[in-house]
């Protein structure tokens, strides 16, 4: 398995993944039409794709887990506000590749 960063070509497995994951989290805290509210604003194909690419100053971008050509699991994240977040060093690292404790191999 190897952690990389993600390409358009895994929109729709991260959609996928990320949709299925809300709704195993969430049944018991919120109702299904909640749900299903904000897995269709969070994990809109062309918002996703829209979000995958060079990391952006607020945006740390979609990191994936690869195993032999299916992805696993997926995650994206970074600043929702400049004082709200994963610090700004720690986005600039996260842009130039994949951490390498995420890497394998």
Request: hydrophobic content about 35%.
């Amino acid at each position: 398995m190897r952690a990389r960063f993600a390409t358009p070509d895994d929109v729709d497995a991260i959609c996928r993944l990320c949709a299925e994951a809300y709704r195993d989290t969430y049944p018991e805290l919120l109702e299904r039409e909640h749900i299903e509210a904000i897995i269709g604003e969070l994990y809109d194909s062309e918002r996703v794709r829209g979000e995958i690419g060079p990391a952006l100053p607020q945006w740390g971008g979609w990191v994936v887990a690869d195993d032999d050509g299916t992805l696993v699991c997926a995650g994206g994240g970074g600043r929702t506000a400049l004082d709200v977040g994963v610090p700004r060093r720690a986005l600039r690292a996260v842009g130039r590749g994949p951490p390498r404790a995420l890497s394998h191999g």
